[in-house]
């Protein structure tokens, strides 16, 4: 592979013109693509669900009643002492009703709330209920401000009226913390590299290749059926390793022109070798992502591979757009400075020049390896007790921040009828199979609202052919809540004695129900999931590394920072610790999706750090160092860099918790303290330590297995060969024999 590399990269850095210009059509091409694609939303559901179900019958037995279209309740609240009853404040509502009957096409109902008894039983709330054909992320933008405008005129007359329900629902706003992150990035790039040139480089390809990844997603997503979280998600995983990639090739070109190669063969070489790295880590990330298919929920699936779409193109920009961009750069990759020191620094001896931070870093953990390790271990392992807390869920109107509308209406619809009534159950009860439908239906209702837990039922009327009703139940606790969970458990146990007595089947759905198949699928999938992802990595990494032990090291430490992550994100956003600090206004459950989803990206991303580091010990190992002096050496010329990746990431998702989204908030939260610990916990302190205790042992693979596995060159040796580099001198030096600085 690394000879394969080597000449793209050399084809790349001579035809440059061309590398270049395809790459900024692409991107010109995608952005038409974009700007002409019409706005959708995507669709949720949760094949293989008791509630998916009920939906897809609804679908068939309910043709035209829009079961999943967008919902709004209009909450009224009396001035204090009065109530919704008084003439003129019954007035008023009713005006509102009208008003929102005639404001869209889209609307299909509007309740009255003194019809629809709708009015609290001490007068002092009421709510009026709208309905719409398409969802809340189609609904257009007259239909949401007449909406929002509806009650203007009772806020005039003295009531409080607020807004609740998915029909508010908006596209996720990053905020500027995003393009502070960028900044934050720009400014470590420059740190690390000395010259405005090479540090604008990664920027620029990474935003080259988020922006082509970005636009097709949005120029498919009607096609698709692609959601506005599936390109932020895209932004923040493409940006992040669009910037690494680059940043560790342009890092190795630099080393190689300090070894005094032509710049082409520099390039050639960067490619060869760092670039067979950033394959196998993109690999890991792509396995990772594609990986959440095993999940069976479509709108994970599209994340995912989206994601992964985004992650191969910042692959083969690395590939080629980086080294055509280091031809148009000459020497002005290096910066002044660097190049005058390197200049100076030639008429002295090597064994004189200063050990860098890497090199004293790996010095002192292979003096006390024992110390670091349970220093390490420990630390994440405190840091992880909140996870054995955690309580998961999806995000309701609760969840809002307690300035919004749809917070207000939320806790008046709570206080006036109940903490149950925002998570409504719905009862599909199907008697197709019963001799008396009507009956069925009754006792259906009867068996329910005697059960603990219910406040009431709301039978509604059969369809036109008579065999199917929908029920609604009003639970006594919120919807989040265990009792809310066990009632629904124990309605469809119920369902099951009511089939064999009466014929009729009862299919419990509704946002509430959803919410509870959906945390309970993602519960059932993660330990399959975690198996293949973490599987299919390790037979990647023994491809890679050329041993047993450092694969497994590999995936067990991931396993800690994933783990100190969830307690992390369960500290902060479940128990709300900083919370003001990083902007969570309100609290509760972590979103069920969380904890899959961090195993995933996660994985990918700590192995990038894995594959980046050790390989560049594993190319000394295999070049004649010692195990000792090969961890010192994978830490003279990676740490620094790793280091620097490692931040860059991190501000990139730090970014992302100025989302307006509680979803998009917790993930950039989640992400970026995950990255933290295991770039500088476990690959910066715990992977040294270890193979520092495991010497020789770490890089054992057993000869029947040596023989199996193809062998990929990641470390270049068979391309050093075919180059007839005398490889005696790589073995003759000392831990500190090489200039990281270049006189180009």
Known sequence: ???????????????????????????????????????????????????????????????????????????FKAPAGEKMTDPDHKAEVQKVVADLKSSSKEVTRVVDPYVGK????????????????????????????????????????????????????AAPETGSTEIIGVAVAAIVLVITFGSLVAAGLPLLTALIGVGIGVSTITALANVLDLGSTTSTLAMMIGLAVGIDYALFIVSRYRAELAEGREHEDAAGRAVGTAGSAVVFAGLTVVIALVGLAVVNIPMLTKMGFAAAGTVVIAVLIALTLVPALLGFAGKRIVGRKARNAATEAEGKDKAEAKPNMGTRWARFVLRRPVAVLLTGVIGLGIIAIPASSLEMGLP???????????????????????????????????????????????????????????????????????????????????????????????????????????????????????????????????????????????????????????????????????????????????????????????????????????????????????????????????????????????????????????????????????????????????????????????????????????????????????????NVDVEGEQLRKELGDDTSADQGKGPDGDRELVNA
């Open 1 to 75: 592979m690394a000879t394969f590399l080597y000449k793209m990269g050399r084809l790349a850095f001579r035809r440059r013109p061309f590398v270049a210009l395809a790459w900024v059509a692409l991107l010109v091409l995608a952005g038409v693509g974009a700007t002409s694609a019409s706005t959708s939303s995507s669709s949720f559901s949760i094949p293989g669900t008791e509630a998916q179900k009920a939906f897809d019958l609804l679908e068939q037995r309910f043709p035209g009643a829009s079961a999943d279209g967008a919902t709004a309740r209009v909450v």
């Open 118 to 169: 709708a009015v609290s039983e001490d007068g002092s709330t009421a709510y009026t209920q709208v309905s719409y054909k398409v969802s809340g992320m189609e609904l257009t933008d007259a239909s949401k401000e007449a909406l929002t405008g509806a009650g203007d005129e009772a806020r005039d007359a003295g009531l409080t009226v607020e807004i609740g329900g998915d029909a508010l629902q």
């Open 396 to 710: 309701d109107d609760g969840s809002q921040p307690v300035s919004t509308t749809q917070r207000k209406a939320y806790d008046l619809l709570s206080d006036g009828f109940g903490p149950g009534f925002n998570g409504p159950l719905m009862l599909v009860a199907d008697a197709q199979g019963s001799e008396d439908a009507k009956a069925a239906f009754r006792a259906v209702n009867d068996r329910v609202k005697g059960m603990d837990g219910v406040v009431a039922t709301v039978p509604g009327k059969p369809n036109k052919a008579g065999d199917t009703s929908v029920i609604t139940v009003i639970p006594k606790d919120r919807p989040s809540s265990a009792e809310t969970e066990e009632l629904v458990h124990s309605i469809r146990d119920a369902g099951a004695d009511l089939k064999s007595d009466d014929g009729v089947e009862v299919l419990v759905t509704g946002s509430t129900a959803m919410n509870i198949d959906f945390s309970q699928k993602m519960n059932d999938a993660l330990l399959p999931y975690l198996a293949l992802v973490v599987g299919l990595a390790f037979l990647l990494l023994m491809l890679v590394f050329r041993s047993v032990l450092v694969p497994l090291k590999a995936a067990l430490g991931f396993l800690l920072s994933v783990v100190a992550a969830l307690g992390a994100v369960v500290a902060v956003f479940q128990w709300g610790w900083l919370g003001s600090v990083l902007g969570v206004e309100q609290t509760g459950p972590i979103m069920s999706m969380m904890p899959i989803f961090m195993v995933g990206v996660v994985f990918g991303l700590a192995m990038d750090y894995e594959v980046f580091l050790v390989t560049r010990m594993r190319e000394a190992y295999v070049h004649g160092e010692r195990p000792g002096q090969a961890i010192v050496t994978g830490f003279r010329h990676g740490a620094r860099v790793v280091s620097a990746a490692a931040v860059i990431m991190i501000a990139v998702f730090a970014g992302f918790i100025g989302s307006s989204e509680s979803m998009i908030k917790m993930i950039g939260f989640g992400l970026a303290i995950a990255v933290f610990f295991d770039a500088f916990v476990v690959r910066m302190a715990i992977v040294p330590a270890v193979l520092a205790l495991l010497g020789k042992a770490a890089w054992w693979l057993p000869r029947w297995l040596d023989k199996a596995l193809p």
